[in-house]
């Protein structure tokens, strides 16, 4: 079974919790803290693997997460790193972030790409002793790993794409100009994948060549099977645009031509600026007014067209060689760049809302503000100036009292609650 699009949620790992821990030695009664650093979270890692050419893997396997970073311990002892979770997909898989479309990899070529990063370990007590704080009986706790919605979509990485519609020979000529072998057969839709051939001129020159399903009017809009294999076109350098010149199916070769680059433009317009050469196929069991009128309406388009018999190899090798020469001067197969994730300002990553509840009680809603609260010790009077702090200067306690909170109303962010004091 054949997949090339998927949708699927990798979680990085996160960070382990620093340690609170103090020195406990014979005959040393205060030796300082000595608390740990937590470990890193795994990263995602996608990686490319030639031996698969489909994403049905991602059809029954929606959810991949990293491992998390193990918690610091005594003696200053750091957490283990988390394992980074190594995904295979094939080659030509592009990564976009669902929501927002950006592309975070395109696995183009067989490096490892960091599709999410696992949060960093929090610090250990160690890192928060002053001479004026010598015990300090808190720590930070780990960042949490990134959490993303990807889509995967499979553009095969081609130099030529062969386009037209449904049974005018694309597969004939694919297996005829290289070693692949699509099924043929006298009826439509008998590709039901691409199919990728090496196409060889020479002892040292070779491209690719795609055979897209055939396209029908109306496949960029969802109709037949050509929608799902546009996006496979996208890549290609060069498309060799196959007609059935001599209409046996009792279609007219001109019509169809303008149909498809009609539905090539309206699924990508840069499809329609992509160069082409069209292979005027079946020109065995055309007449040859059939063939002058067709070849003559393509030339004034502008397109250099070849008449060919894919089945008989007839005009073949000329195609071949012209697709070469032209290969020749165009630029590489088109790659897509890694866009950098837009950092939210720190005013706006340390967002909160406040509001007044029923019972008179001011409720903070700062999700930031839980692993924060995780690694205060509220039974510690320096742990707790550190929690104050923190409020202050990220504006909390400057709204509420802004919003007329008086010394002794009652505070709540989660399930803690405390008096307020000026």
Known sequence: MFADVAVINVKAGDGGAGSVSFRREKYIASGGPDGGDGGNGGNVVFLVDTNISSLINFKYRKKYEADNGMPGSAKKCSGKNGEDLVIKVPLGTLVTELQTGRVVADMSDYEPKIVARGGKGGWGNVHFATPTRQAPRFAKQGMPGENLELKLELKLLADVGLVGFPNVGKSTLISVCSEARPKIANY????????????????????????????IEGASDGAGLGHEFLRHVERCRLIVHVVDVSGSEGRDPKDDFEKINAELERFNPELAKRPQ??????SDI???????????????????????????????????????????????VKRYEAEPKIEELDVKAKSFEISIAEDGVYEIDAPWLERILAGVNMEDYESLQYFQRTLRNCGIIDKLEEMGIKEGDTVRIFDFEFDFVF
């Open 286 to 332: 055309a007449d040859e007014t059939q063939i002058e009128e067709f070849k003559k309406y393509i030339k004034e388009k502008g397109y250099e067209v070849f008449d060919i018999s894919a089945a008989s190899s007839v005009g073949v090798t000329k195609l071949i060689n012209k697709v070469a020469e032209e290969l020749s001067k165009l630029p590489p």
């Open 277 to 282: 050469i069209v292979a005027a196929n079946k």
């Open 188 to 215: 439509h839709f008998t590709t039901l994948t691409p199919t990728l051939g090496v196409v060889k001129i020479g002892e040292e020159s070779s491209f690719v060549m795609a055979d897209i399903p055939g396209l």
